[in-house]
T-cell receptor, first 116, second 116 residues
Framework: AQTVTQSQPEMSVQEAETVTLSCTYD???????LFWYKQPPSRQMILVIR??????QNATENRFSVNFQKAAKSFSLKISDSQLGDAAMYFC?????????????FGKGTKLSVKP | DAGVIQSPRHEVTEMGQEVTLRCKPI?????LFWYRQTMMRGLELLIY????????DSGMPEDRFSAKMPNASFSTLKIQPSEPRDSAVYFC??????????????FGPGTRLTVT
């Protein structure tokens, strides 16, 4: 079974600084996707970034980037130039590819606070 | 596109009553997912459909929960009878075709259910 672990229940960062959120996962699949979702107080789940396991290059989306270490099964999210609007719960998620066993497994989340 | 639509946004009911949550996926999306979010257990996948067919319902907690997808544009999650421990936020999500393209899922705004 797949598992996703986020070891940091809460994190805090100063506005304009950089913060890294940690995520480790476990899967027996060779093909899978990894995601980071953001959930602000509005409750809406918003996709931040995704990474295909077969791609060695780390995904980037503007101020958001990942450090994907496949051998270590690690998938951390780096937020650069943090903004007040980045304050939210962040969830790491994993899903395998194809077949009838595909499902999305979420970590418990990390609550990020941004200090002005 | 209007995105994934869920109704109601909030539901308060008494223990023992039947509750029906509704979801309209994004037009053209073939896969639909129901999740439950609680503080204790985080985000859990309850069931997902592909082309209106339930693929994996192993996350449905017990027989009091049932889900249907009578057509490509509508799904329901029913709890009968409801219990206080069912209080949670229930999310519906959709994507293009999960089994072939496990890319990001698009989430609805969620239904906050309170069972007293």
């Amino acid at each position: 079974a797949q598992t996703v672990t986020q070891s940091q229940p809460e994190m805090s960062v100063q506005e304009a600084e950089t913060v890294t959120l940690s995520c480790t996962y476990d899967t027996s699949e060779s093909d899978y996707y990894l995601f980071w979702y953001k959930q602000p107080p509005s409750r809406q789940m918003i996709l931040v970034i995704r990474q295909e396991a077969y791609k060695q290059q780390n995904a980037t989306e503007n101020r958001f980037s990942v450090n994907f270490q496949k051998a270590a099964k690690s998938f951390s999210l780096k937020i650069s130039d943090s903004q007040l609007g980045d304050a939210a719960m962040y969830f790491c998620a994993c899903t395998n590819y194809g077949g009838s066993q595909g499902n999305l497994i979420f970590g418990k989340g990390t609550k990020l606070s941004v200090k002005p | 596109d209007a995105g994934v639509i869920q109704s109601p946004r909030h539901e308060v009911t008494e223990m023992g009553q039947e509750v029906t949550l509704r979801c309209k996926p994004i037009s053209g999306h073939n896969s639909l997912f129901w999740y439950r979010q609680t503080m204790m257990r985080g985000l859990e996948l309850l069931i997902y459909f592909n082309n209106n067919v339930p693929i994996d319902d192993s996350g449905m907690p017990e027989d009091r929960f049932s889900a249907k997808m009578p057509n490509a544009s509508f799904s329901t999650l029913k709890i009968q009878p409801s219990e206080p421990r069912d209080s949670a936020v229930y999310f519906c999500a959709s994507n293009r075709n999960f089994l072939r393209h496990p890319s990001e899922q698009y989430f609805g705004p969620g239904t906050r259910l309170t069972v007293t």
